[in-house]
């Protein structure tokens, strides 16, 4: 049974950082792409970045590109997303997501593991 576990959401204020982690467990393979996504109220969930394999590669999208940063380390199971310089449009859930079978891009049409999701609201 694939699991995937978020951590790390909570109130901050404008310009704060957080870090998000994602603990997976189960037939996530460190050969398998990972993404991060993202929910408002109200609005589709969204794609905010995703990792290949072995840190080979990564992409984030416009909205946070400079400020969000994606890693894994397979060895521990862990992928994180680092947030600086939060925006009140920021606020949202964030899911992380495996992709198996795709090495270098987990688009949310081909995510087939995810979190059950994490917080982060940014307020003053």
């Known amino acids: 049974q694939v699991q995937l576990v978020e951590s790390g959401g909570g109130l901050v204020q404008p310009g704060a950082s957080l870090t998000l982690s994602c603990t997976t467990s189960?037939?996530?393979?460190?050969?398998?792409?990972m993404g991060w996504f993202r929910q408002a109220p109200g609005m589709e969930r969204e794609f905010v970045a995703d990792?290949?394999?072995?840190?080979?590669?990564?992409s984030v999208d416009n909205s946070v590109a400079g400020r969000f940063s994606i890693s894994r380390d397979d060895a521990k199971h862990l992928l994180w997303l680092q947030m600086n310089d939060l925006k009140p449009e920021d606020t949202a859930v964030y899911f992380c997501?495996?992709?198996?079978?795709?090495?270098?891009?987990?688009?949310?049409?081909?995510?087939?593991?995810w979190g059950q999701g994490t917080q982060v609201t940014v307020s003053s």
């Open positions: 997501a495996a992709c198996p079978g795709r090495s270098f891009t987990c688009p949310e049409t081909e995510a087939v593991y």
């Open positions: 189960g037939r996530v393979f460190a050969g398998d792409a």
């Open positions: 990792i290949s394999y072995h840190n080979a590669s990564f």
